[in-house]
Structures are given as C-alpha cells and as structure tokens.
C-alpha cells in the first residue's frame, strides 16, 4: 500500500471543474440530460467538455473515475456498468484481426475465459490458455508474439500469484499490450501500471465498492490509451449509472482501511485452518507454503484478502452441504464484502470451463475460496471449520 492512499482514497474524486462549492459528500446527479442558455454552450458540452447527456459523461462518473486513476496510479480511467463491459472494452480497442493470438490465464476467472472465447472465436483471433506462473511462461510468449496479454495479479480461485515485471518485460519484446485484472488485491494491494502493465482493470463491483450493493468496472492507463477506449463507451453506452457511481465512490473513502484488515484477516484465517486435518491443503499467498510465497511478499499487500482450501476427502456433494451449514459466511458467487463471501469454485468462478479445463488449471470439486470479511477473524475460522465437519459427515 501506497504510504499516500489513505488520504488519495478519502479526497480524491471530490471537486468537480469549474464549481467554487466543494462538498464533503459528493451528491448524486441524476440528470441523464442537461440543457444551456446558450447555444454555443451545448455545442461544447456534446464535444465532451461540459455534461450534456449522461451516456457521454456524468458527474458522478467522472468522480470515480478521477479517484480510481488516482488509487491506481493512472493518468486517465474509464468506469463502465460491469467489470465484464471494462474487459471487453480492453479486447475490442486493440483491434484484432483474423489470425491475431491473444494469451490469457488458464487459472483464470471462468467468464472472462468465456467472453474472450466468444470474442475470438468471432474474429478468427487465437487464443491461448497459459499458466501465468509457470517459469516457461515468458518464453511461451515470446514464441507467441501476442497482440495481447491478459494476466490477474491474482489467479481466481487458486489465488496464484505471477511476476508481473516478468509478464511485462516478456510483452515488452514482442509488442504485446500487457492487461492486468486486479480485482483481487484492489489498487491498495498491488499497482499493476507500477510493475508494467498497459491497462489495469478493475470490477469495482468487489472490494472498491465493498458493500455489495453496485455493479461496476474500470480500466485505467495513460490518457492516450485511454482516449480510444472512452469515445467506444460512448457510442457502446456501456456507462455506469450515477447512484452506482455514487456507491462505488463512498465506498471507495475507506478502501485502505478496509483492505488492510481483511488481509490481516485472511491471513488469520489461513493460518488457523492450516493447522486442521479436516483440510486437505489451504492456499493462501501469505503461508510459506505457498509456490508463489516470495513474489507475493514483493508484489502484494501482506497475503491478499483471499484465502482458498480442499475439504479432505470431499467431492461436489460434500462441498455443497459444507456451504449449506455456514452460519457467519456467506455462500455467495462474489467477493470484496465487508461480510466473509464463500463459494465453491468450480460451481461457480470456474462454471463457465468444460470438465477438461478444470482439470488442467487443478480446479477440482473440493475446493472452496473464501473472500475474507470484517467479522471476528476466529468466528470465521471456527465457522468453516464446523461447516466443514458437517459436511464431510456421513
């Protein structure tokens, strides 16, 4: 975490251009339609330099977005109605042609698999499914000579953890544009345009909105990258909606405080459950025993906010029983609650995969990721591990 992102989090994105009025509580602007006394006025706003209607741009929007550019770094952000719409705005802004190849994490969260399956499959684009972690990785895409590289700072589920300095310097050589998903560790617990990525994407859905309660997505990168991407959500209306923005925004305020107790959390958790034999491993990139342990410490705040395991003996069946008897964690498809979110991974994150591409990214049925929330640490522990019990009986 940045020593500057308490106070970037709680002042960013508060001041709209060409207003004396600061408010401490942004207001939420509905209007999806402004109108000018004067003539030359509206011509300029519908050039984009004022709010003329609300699928251009929004106050509420451009506050986010001016406060996630902040968090993350960034000279220019773009925030859209999902993390889906944010990642497919990345895809269609490189412009891909038949016979392209486009190299994604075979770990990965299973409908981004899905849509840049679907996307290239349309455009006769190649895609390839790597291990980001895996040693042969930067060679692989050297090979390759992709136009695009997609890596998550954070594998979801399986909470693998790559080098992204390798990733970029590997994209770097062949003129790939590097794209980073770090929605997991959020712009507290890793930079990702920092290490060398192009984009960093964000689902503010999860941690920076962290109530659960709006959907969103963001991608942040240089204003040069960025000006494409901004005028294709114009005429796509892939726009975030003002009272979204407004959630997104406020929830943003405590993003450093928030995250620095759900990593000291998980690692909690993860320690404890570590211990129990009811497990048959626990993942968590702040254990030793984890493959990806150093990079973590290098790259990330602390562990992350994510813990994962595999109940001891435990097919689908059990795993379902065993979310059935949580009583503090939730049995959730989502994270970046301020409540612990738990789901099994291959009914849910890896849904979208076939049984084949669950094997190979070591998916299997027993294993159960958990987004680490704000309750008592040993309350969340006491309560998985009960849950467990249960549903491992016979």
């Not at 929004?58 to 968090?71: D, F, W, Y």
């Not at 970029?168 to 003129?175: H, I, L, N, P, S």
Request: contains cysteine; glycine residues 8%; charged residues 20%.
């Amino acid at each position: 975490m940045s020593s500057k992102q308490k106070t970037v989090a709680v002042h960013a994105g508060t001041r709209l251009a060409g207003s004396k009025a600061v408010p401490v509580s942004p207001p939420i602007y509905p209007a999806a339609v402004n109108w000018f006394d004067s003539s030359d006025d509206l011509d300029s706003a519908l050039d984009g330099k004022d709010y003329a209607y609300a699928r251009i741009s929004a106050p509420n929007t451009t506050l986010l977005e001016e406060a996630v550019a902040a968090l993350e770094g960034a000279e220019a952000c773009v925030a859209y109605a999902s993390g889906m719409a944010a990642l497919r705005s990345v895809f269609e802004a490189q412009g891909f042609r038949a016979g392209d190849t486009l190299v994604m994490p075979a770990d990965g969260y299973g409908v981004t698999r899905a849509l840049y399956k679907s996307l290239c499959a349309t455009l006769g684009v190649e895609l390839h499914a790597l291990l980001m972690t895996d040693p042969e990785v930067a060679g692989r895409i050297r090979e390759l000579k992709p136009r695009m590289v997609l890596a998550e700072s954070i594998s979801n589920p399986l909470l693998r953890v790559p080098d992204l300095r390798v990733l970029a310097r590997a994209c770097q050589d062949v003129g790939a544009t590097f794209v980073v998903d770090g929605t997991f560790p959020s712009p507290v617990g890793q930079r990702a345009l920092a290490l060398g990525a192009d984009y960093a994407v964000q689902s503010t859905s999860k941690w920076l909105n962290g109530h659960s309660d709006a959907l969103g997505g963001t991608v942040s990168a240089s204003v040069a990258r960025m000006a494409p991407l901004r005028a294709a959500r114009v005429l796509a209306g892939d726009v975030l909606g003002p009272f979204e923005a407004w959630l997104t925004l406020r929830g943003l305020r405590t993003l450093p405080v928030r995250m620095k107790a759900h990593v000291e959390h998980a690692a909690h958790v993860a320690r404890r459950l570590a211990e129990s034999p009811l497990l048959e491993r626990v993942v968590y990139p702040g254990l030793s025993s984890h493959p990806d342990h150093a990079t973590a410490r290098e790259l990330l705040l602390g562990g992350g906010p994510m813990v994962a395991f595999e109940i001891k003996g435990a097919g689908r069946p059990e795993s379902m029983r065993f979310l059935e008897a949580l009583k503090v964690g939730r049995p959730g498809p989502s994270l970046g609650d301020v409540c612990t979110l738990v789901m099994h991974a291959a009914s849910a994150s890896a849904r979208r995969f076939t049984p084949e591409e669950r094997e190979a990214a070591g998916i299997r049925e027993n294993l159960i990721r958990v987004s680490v929330g704000l309750e008592d640490p040993d309350d969340i522990v006491e309560d998985l591990l009960a849950a467990v019990a249960q549903g491992v009986r016979r």
